[in-house]
């Protein structure tokens, strides 16, 4: 049973992985990262494709090797950030949210420009 719902968290992450390539305020390591933990606990032919996958492979290795993140996601990540508080402001949102959406992106960029280069 828990490896049932396993395979299904770690489907649903990697399909939301995959929606992250095309929309920029949707990230799309972290949902790779979650499918990989998923998988090497339920599955292990599923793990090991998404883990050669030529696509998806690459960033969780870095990650699980090293703890990086490559250069190119990192400014995505940072333009996303960027775009989603540009999106509140457009739709009205008051400063409270934005300051709180703010410190949480600020925090979280922080971390990402402090892991090494892929």
Do not use: Y
């Given at each position: 049973?828990?490896?049932?719902?396993?395979?299904?968290?770690?489907?649903?992450?990697?399909?939301?992985?995959?929606?992250?390539?095309?929309l920029?305020?949707?990230?799309?390591?972290?949902?790779?990262?979650?499918?990989?933990?998923?998988f090497?606990n339920?599955?292990?032919?599923?793990?090991?494709w998404?883990?050669?996958?030529?696509?998806?492979?690459?960033?969780?290795?870095?990650w699980?090797?090293?703890?990086?993140?490559?250069?190119?996601?990192?400014w995505?990540?940072?333009?996303?950030?960027?775009?989603?508080i540009?999106?509140?402001?457009l739709?009205?949102?008051?400063?409270?949210?934005?300051g709180?959406?703010?410190?949480?992106?600020i925090?979280?960029?922080?971390?990402?420009?402090?892991?090494?280069?892929?």
């Open positions: 049973m828990i490896r049932a719902i396993l395979v299904i968290i770690g489907l649903l992450s990697l399909a939301l992985g995959v929606i992250g390539i095309f920029p305020i949707m990230p799309t390591v972290p949902f790779l990262l979650l499918a990989a933990v998923c090497a339920a599955s292990e032919r599923l793990h090991s998404l883990l050669s996958h030529p696509l998806f492979g690459p960033p969780i290795q870095d699980n090797e090293r703890g990086a993140i490559g250069r190119n996601a990192k995505l990540a940072t333009a996303s950030f960027a775009g989603s540009g999106i509140a402001v739709l009205g949102f008051g400063p409270v949210v934005l709180v959406q703010a410190f949480g992106l925090g979280v960029a922080i971390f990402i420009w402090s892991r090494p280069d892929a």
